[in-house]
C-alpha cells in the first residue's frame, strides 16, 4: 500500500486522492502500518 505524506512522513488526509508526478510524495507499507496511519 502507498501512503502520500508531507516532509516529515506524515499521512495528507485532505485533496486530491492522487498526485500525478509526484513520487517523492508516497510511502510504501504493509496494510497494517497504512490502516493505522489513515484511521481517523
Given at each position: 500500500m502507498?501512503?502520500?505524506a508531507d516532509a516529515q512522513v506524515?499521512?495528507?488526509k485532505e485533496g486530491d486522492?492522487?498526485?500525478i508526478g509526484s513520487n517523492e510524495r508516497y510511502v510504501?507499507?504493509?496494510r497494517k502500518?497504512?490502516?493505522e496511519?489513515?484511521?481517523s
Open positions: 502507498n501512503l502520500r506524515n499521512p495528507i486522492p492522487v498526485e510504501a507499507m504493509c502500518h497504512f490502516t496511519a489513515t484511521a
